[in-house]
């Protein structure tokens, strides 16, 4: 076992599908024998509300259910002002992973507070570490619902970037998503992986063109 | 070996100490551990009781006829059933007895910050508190064995950190379920008994003086005595610098952060280990108390003649909502980084579903100026400034008594309406209704009926259809109950015909007696209601008046586009179709 784990923070908003993403997740790693703490942290919003959760993985067991600030290896996150709640806690060589889709905050829709004059996904780009952005408008597809499987197209991306199994992964997929829903979401899967593909081979090539 | 969070670890460890009987009422973060034992095991009968004083009166009487009984409840509930906690305090206990109660450390549900641990203080009864979802389960089992053998009722401190992390859990695969059952006292009486006996028949040896009395203070200590030797108290000498005394989650996080301090980790943190606290700080330089909460350890440590560093290095709410491994690394590690987090994130202020009934109420209030006040639950997300229809609101089931009392200080002259859901009207605001109509008030009361208690996921209530212990014939109705009370003028409309509400409020408002408007339409997140079509807003039309934004519905957005240009618009995802947004635009801009 080379990889001794990780810690990964995934965030978005309510009803985004975040803490099915763990559990997917930690069935993966708990198959490969790993030791796991997942805390969720869901706020006061109902639908919409900000919510993180975080992931560790580990040879040795999992002391701290929290993340420290500059200990996470990788971002996920749906949302992208969410993402950018997070940036601080990324190791120095850490991995952003994230959707440009964005949920409107109500203090700045009853101008309570000004809203972030940059633009965020720009912000995102700034930060210094190795960054991958998703629109999921760019990749509306008639074959799922890109809007309610997001958090499977990034689960896709996310194996592919990792080098992991599809096939284990996509059997976790169909083992614990509902039966009607099993198809749409192997579709935004495979999804995910492709694009994650054609990103890999784009910065490849920038790293050879330099 | 299991993957469980800990109220599923909680509810395993109820399974396994042979608990017979679990009643309390929802509560963020520990409702779950009433639904899992509910799910998973169901030789346990579980009711969710009308509220948390009944609950935990459930649970007395269920220990009483000797079965080990559980009571769940988070702590604002445990405010409601303290009367009840001190009733149990001290008295003959038969079948165990465990109280689990949810602290909302962090506030990250918005609650206030409480600290269950205070009860511990208070009532003289042990407290546990577990670190993660194995010890959960384990002291679960360990709360009913203390209770039994030292004749008390014990509390069980759980948070949202613990409620809401997924860690492993060992568990006995073999285990068949077995109800315990112990009767060793024929009467339990409250202190009140108990201390008249004591005062006036000391050293009686008469039989039914000597059944009545129960020696707690004798019981207590010895437990004092005895908790110094449990393994649940975790004495790990290491480094003789750095000390910490800690118990729940801070300890994983002392321990990440301080790799070679010596620490005690207490799983009962009330009553103290007083020799293994005195092992620890003879053995360290320095030695610091890290508990989530109050200063709770801190105090009773101090107590005890043993000096410690807690608040004054780590100064409590509001500079801190609770412990993370970051504030520790900040304050003992030196030379950590500091990494902040971007400045000028824009917060997330807690909104209604779209298509919510109380979003229909709120803009009626708000058109009319009618004063009103909010009960708690999802009614208290119309006080937040971005849609500001109340102007008080406190605790679960206060919105009657506080509008009567409004209405009789200023003698009636201007209706204060009170807004209630129907979680809080049968957890204790029917009281506030009884007592307004014996008391010839003239207020009107709001009751929206969602069929079940909507905030903490929906879980049922005397008024739903549907339940651990359901029956159609058993079903209460409001609108039954309000006529039998004794309101004077009731009527039942539909959240969504607004014009048909409109007028039933302001009729109700209007009408020189006292009267009831129930808002009916079943929690569109529960219940799944089906969507109608979208609505959207034509952008020519909008003037960007906001109006439409200050009703705080989750579908309707302000953000710029990709072309830079700030648009009001609704988020066809979210929308469900109720049209609300399009009877609010002066302008005509919002249609289907």
């Given at each position: 076992?080379?990889?001794?784990?990780?810690?990964?923070?995934?965030?978005?908003?309510?009803?985004?599908?975040?803490?099915?993403?763990?559990?997917l997740l930690s069935k993966f790693y708990m198959k490969l024998g790993y030791e796991l703490k997942i805390s969720d942290v869901i706020?006061?919003?109902?639908?919409?509300?900000?919510?993180?959760?975080?992931?560790?993985?580990?040879?040795?067991p999992v002391l701290s259910p929290f993340i420290k600030a500059g200990d996470a290896d990788y971002v996920i996150s749906f949302e992208?002002?969410?993402?950018?709640?997070?940036?601080?806690?990324?190791?120095?060589?850490?991995?952003?992973?994230?959707?440009?889709?964005?949920?409107?905050?109500?203090?700045?829709?009853?101008?309570?507070?000004?809203?972030?004059?940059?633009?965020?996904?720009?912000?995102?780009?700034?930060?210094?570490?190795?960054?991958?952005?998703?629109?999921?408008?760019?990749?509306?597809?008639?074959?799922?619902?890109?809007?309610?499987?997001?958090?499977?197209?990034?689960?896709?991306?996310?194996?592919?970037?990792?080098?992991?199994?599809?096939?284990?992964?996509?059997?976790?997929?169909?083992?614990?998503?509902?039966?009607?829903?099993?198809?749409?979401?192997?579709?935004?899967?495979?999804?995910?992986?492709?694009?994650?593909?054609?990103?890999?081979?784009?910065?490849?090539?920038?790293?050879?063109?330099? | 070996?299991?993957?469980?969070?800990?109220?599923?670890?909680?509810?395993?460890?109820?399974?396994?100490?042979?608990?017979?009987?679990?009643?309390?009422?929802?509560?963020?973060?520990?409702?779950?551990?009433?639904?899992?034992?509910?799910?998973?095991?169901?030789?346990?009968?579980?009711?969710?009781?009308?509220?948390?004083?009944?609950?935990?009166?459930?649970?007395?009487?269920?220990?009483?006829?000797?079965?080990?009984?559980?009571?769940?409840?988070?702590?604002?509930?445990?405010?409601?059933?303290?009367?009840?906690?001190?009733?149990?305090?001290?008295?003959?206990?038969?079948?165990?007895?465990?109280?689990?109660?949810?602290?909302?450390?962090?506030?990250?549900?918005?609650?206030?910050?409480?600290?269950?641990?205070?009860?511990?203080?208070?009532?003289?009864?042990?407290?546990?508190?577990?670190?993660?979802?194995?010890?959960?389960?384990?002291?679960?089992?360990?709360?009913?064995?203390?209770?039994?053998?030292?004749?008390?009722?014990?509390?069980?401190?759980?948070?949202?950190?613990?409620?809401?992390?997924?860690?492993?859990?060992?568990?006995?695969?073999?285990?068949?379920?077995?109800?315990?059952?112990?009767?060793?006292?024929?009467?339990?009486?409250?202190?009140?008994?108990?201390?008249?006996?004591?005062?006036?028949?000391?050293?009686?040896?008469?039989?039914?003086?000597?059944?009545?009395?129960?020696?707690?203070?004798?019981?207590?200590?010895?437990?004092?005595?005895?908790?110094?030797?449990?393994?649940?108290?975790?004495?790990?000498?290491?480094?003789?610098?750095?000390?910490?005394?800690?118990?729940?989650?801070?300890?994983?996080?002392?321990?990440?952060?301080?790799?070679?301090?010596?620490?005690?980790?207490?799983?009962?943190?009330?009553?103290?280990?007083?020799?293994?606290?005195?092992?620890?700080?003879?053995?360290?330089?320095?030695?610091?108390?890290?508990?989530?909460?109050?200063?709770?350890?801190?105090?009773?440590?101090?107590?005890?003649?043993?000096?410690?560093?807690?608040?004054?290095?780590?100064?409590?709410?509001?500079?801190?909502?609770?412990?993370?491994?970051?504030?520790?690394?900040?304050?003992?590690?030196?030379?950590?980084?500091?990494?902040?987090?971007?400045?000028?994130?824009?917060?997330?202020?807690?909104?209604?579903?779209?298509?919510?009934?109380?979003?229909?109420?709120?803009?009626?209030?708000?058109?009319?100026?009618?004063?009103?006040?909010?009960?708690?639950?999802?009614?208290?997300?119309?006080?937040?400034?971005?849609?500001?229809?109340?102007?008080?609101?406190?605790?679960?089931?206060?919105?009657?008594?506080?509008?009567?009392?409004?209405?009789?200080?200023?003698?009636?002259?201007?209706?204060?309406?009170?807004?209630?859901?129907?979680?809080?009207?049968?957890?204790?605001?029917?009281?506030?209704?009884?007592?307004?109509?014996?008391?010839?008030?003239?207020?009107?009361?709001?009751?929206?009926?969602?069929?079940?208690?909507?905030?903490?996921?929906?879980?049922?209530?005397?008024?739903?259809?549907?339940?651990?212990?359901?029956?159609?014939?058993?079903?209460?109705?409001i609108a039954k109950v309000c006529e039998a009370i004794g309101v004077k003028d009731i009527v039942t409309v539909d959240a969504y015909?607004?014009?048909?509400?409109?007028?039933?409020?302001?009729?109700?408002?209007?009408?020189?007696?006292?009267?009831?408007?129930?808002?009916?339409?079943?929690?569109?997140?529960?219940?799944?209601?089906?969507?109608?079509?979208?609505?959207?807003?034509?952008?020519?039309?909008?003037?960007?008046?906001?109006?439409?934004?200050?009703?705080?519905?989750?579908?309707?957005?302000?953000?710029?586009?990709?072309?830079?240009?700030?648009?009001?618009?609704?988020?066809?995802?979210?929308?469900?179709?109720?049209?609300?947004?399009?009877?609010?635009?002066?302008?005509?801009?919002?249609?289907?």
């Amino acid at each position: 076992m080379q990889d001794t784990g990780k810690n990964i923070i995934i965030a978005g908003v309510g009803g985004q599908g975040i803490l099915l993403f763990s559990n997917l997740l930690s069935k993966f790693y708990m198959k490969l024998g790993y030791e796991l703490k997942i805390s969720d942290v869901i706020g006061l919003g109902q639908r919409g509300g900000g919510v993180e959760s975080h992931f560790r993985y580990s040879n040795k067991p999992v002391l701290s259910p929290f993340i420290k600030a500059g200990d996470a290896d990788y971002v996920i996150s749906f949302e992208q002002t969410e993402t950018l709640r997070y940036l601080h806690c990324l190791k120095e060589d850490g991995v952003i992973l994230s959707s440009t889709f964005e949920l409107s905050t109500s203090s700045v829709n009853t101008r309570l507070e000004k809203d972030m004059p940059e633009s965020k996904t720009e912000l995102i780009r700034k930060s210094g570490k190795k960054t991958f952005i998703v629109d999921p408008d760019e990749n509306k597809n008639p074959d799922f619902d890109i809007s309610k499987m997001m958090n499977i197209v990034m689960l896709g991306f996310y194996s592919e970037y990792r080098g992991y199994n599809h096939d284990e992964m996509i059997q976790i997929v169909k083992e614990n998503v509902p039966e009607k829903f099993v198809e749409g979401n192997i579709k935004a899967y495979e999804k995910g992986w492709a694009i994650a593909r054609a990103e890999l081979v784009a910065k490849e090539s920038e790293v050879s063109n330099c | 070996m299991v993957m469980m969070n800990g109220n599923e670890a909680v509810a395993r460890g109820a399974f396994e100490a042979g608990v017979k009987v679990a009643a309390g009422f929802p509560g963020t973060p520990s409702t779950e551990v009433m639904d899992y034992t509910h799910q998973r095991y169901p030789d346990i009968y579980c009711e969710w009781s009308t509220n948390e004083k009944v609950g935990l009166e459930v649970a007395i009487g269920a220990s009483f006829a000797g079965y080990r009984s559980l009571a769940i409840m988070k702590t604002v509930g445990l405010h409601v059933a303290a009367d009840a906690l001190g009733g149990a305090a001290g008295s003959q206990i038969n079948g165990g007895l465990v109280i689990v109660v949810g602290d909302d450390v962090g506030r990250i549900a918005g609650d206030d910050y409480n600290d269950v641990r205070h009860y511990g203080n208070m009532f003289n009864i042990p407290v546990l508190e577990p670190s993660d979802s194995q010890d959960a389960k384990d002291l679960m089992v360990k709360a009913f064995e203390i209770s039994e053998e030292y004749t008390t009722p014990v509390i069980l401190k759980i948070t949202s950190v613990i409620c809401k992390t997924t860690s492993r859990v060992i568990i006995d695969e073999e285990y068949t379920y077995e109800a315990k059952c112990r009767v060793k006292y024929p009467v339990s009486f409250s202190k009140v008994i108990m201390t008249t006996m004591m005062m006036n028949a000391k050293g009686s040896e008469h039989p039914k003086l000597v059944k009545c009395f129960n020696d707690f203070p004798a019981h207590m200590k010895r437990l004092a005595d005895d908790c110094n030797d449990f393994d649940i108290n975790k004495l790990e000498l290491n480094g003789k610098k750095i000390g910490v005394i800690t118990a729940g989650t801070p300890y994983f996080y002392t321990k990440e952060v301080l790799p070679d301090a010596s620490i005690l980790k207490l799983g009962l943190v009330m009553p103290l280990p007083e020799k293994l606290i005195r092992e620890l700080a003879e053995h360290v330089d320095e030695l610091y108390v890290i508990e989530d909460g109050h200063d709770i350890l801190e105090k009773n440590i101090k107590d005890l003649g043993v000096s410690v560093i807690g608040k004054e290095l780590f100064p409590k709410f509001p500079e801190m909502t609770r412990f993370t491994p970051d504030i520790i690394e900040e304050k003992l590690v030196p030379d950590a980084p500091k990494r902040a987090i971007m400045e000028g994130i824009p917060f997330r202020l807690p909104v209604s579903c779209a298509g919510c009934s109380h979003l229909f109420i709120t803009q009626i209030l708000k058109k009319h100026k009618i004063k009103a006040a909010a009960d708690v639950t999802c009614g208290l997300i119309g006080c937040f400034p971005h849609t500001e229809a109340y102007s008080l609101q406190k605790c679960m089931g206060s919105s009657i008594a506080l509008s009567h009392g409004y209405n009789v200080a200023t003698d009636h002259r201007e209706n204060f309406v009170a807004m209630i859901g129907d979680g809080g009207f049968w957890a204790t605001g029917i009281n506030g209704l009884m007592n307004l109509i014996f008391n010839d008030s003239q207020s009107t009361v709001i009751i929206v009926d969602n069929s079940c208690l909507a905030m903490t996921g929906g879980q049922h209530i005397a008024s739903s259809e549907f339940g651990f212990n359901y029956k159609p014939e058993n079903k209460l109705e409001i609108a039954k109950v309000c006529e039998a009370i004794g309101v004077k003028d009731i009527v039942t409309v539909d959240a969504y015909e607004i014009e048909t509400l409109e007028n039933a409020i302001l009729n109700a408002v209007n009408a020189k007696t006292n009267s009831v408007v129930i808002v009916k339409k079943p929690c569109i997140t529960k219940f799944k209601l089906p969507k109608s079509d979208p609505y959207h807003i034509d952008q020519d039309l909008c003037t960007q008046c906001r109006k439409c934004v200050n009703i705080g519905c989750l579908a309707i957005e302000s953000k710029k586009g990709k072309d830079g240009k700030v648009e009001i618009f609704i988020n066809e995802d979210l929308c469900v179709g109720c049209g609300l947004c399009s009877t609010a635009c002066k302008f005509d801009a919002i249609m289907l």
